[in-house]
């Protein structure tokens, strides 16, 4: 198995306060991501890093922003909680691209089950 | 329309039985494709990749048909461990598009 951790793994919290989630890898992957699970809805991507600093932003970003300051963590702030961000959060990493441009695979951490009341 | 559309299911059959369900997607640039399962309340786990016109993997089979946009998963001789949601994911750009998934239920 990829070396992808993820904290918490479970936290409830209230409407309002600020959340962060954390994404570890051991594999010096270059790129991370972030999806939010739903019932019906399949993985959205939140957001995304093709390297240290660089980030940008996937189907539902509103109300998450990010933050890499080194390779292996990758980090998610819900700045100001809200009920509809009630979800399950799963990080992902893969290698680097080929001269080639095939995407690599994706592997996925435990999940994160947030809940917002 | 959804970018990846995949039948919910549920599948429900018998051990020893063939099943199949496709996966359509909308994006003709979509270069790979993948089918990750996922248990209960677990992480997405990688079952096969798909480059190609298709893949083969033990009793695993996956059929790309890029004129038609669908990729299709073959499970033979199903196994009460093939329980699962199969999740189906055409990639661009390092980015994957997740269809909802579809369930398969294999009853003794």
């Known amino acids: 198995d990829a070396g992808i951790t993820q904290s918490p793994r479970h936290k409830v919290t209230e409407t309002g306060t600020p959340v962060t989630l954390r994404c570890h890898q051991t594999?010096?992957?270059?790129?991370m991501y972030w999806y939010r699970q739903d019932p019906g809805h399949g993985l959205r991507l939140i957001h995304y890093?093709?390297?240290?600093?660089?980030?940008d932003k996937g189907e539902v970003s509103d109300g998450y922003s990010v933050s890499r300051s080194k390779t292996e963590d990758f980090l998610l702030t819900l700045e100001s909680a809200t009920s509809s961000q009630t979800s399950v959060y799963f990080c992902?990493?893969?290698?680097?691209?080929?001269?080639?441009?095939?995407?690599?695979?994706?592997?996925f951490g435990p999940g994160t089950r947030l809940t917002v009341l | 329309r959804k970018e990846v559309e995949q039948d919910p299911g549920p599948f429900n059959v018998p051990e020893g039985a063939t099943v199949a369900f496709n996966c359509t997607y909308s994006n003709s640039a979509s270069q790979s494709f993948f089918w990750y399962r996922q248990d209960c309340r677990k992480e997405p786990k990688l079952l096969m990749s798909?480059?190609?016109s298709g893949n083969e993997d033990g009793r695993f089979t996956a059929q790309l048909n890029r004129a038609s946009q669908y990729i299709s998963l073959l499970i033979r001789d199903s196994k009460l461990s093939d329980s699962a949601t199969y999740l189906c994911?055409?990639?661009?750009?390092?980015?994957?598009?997740f269809g909802a998934g579809t369930t398969v239920t294999v009853r003794a």
């Open positions: 890093s093709y390297g240290v600093k660089d980030t």
């Open positions: 994911a055409p990639s661009n750009d390092y980015k994957l598009s």
């Open positions: 594999e010096n992957h270059r790129y």
């Open positions: 992902a990493i893969s290698e680097s691209g080929t001269s080639g441009g095939l995407p690599h695979t994706q592997y």
């Open positions: 798909v480059y190609s």
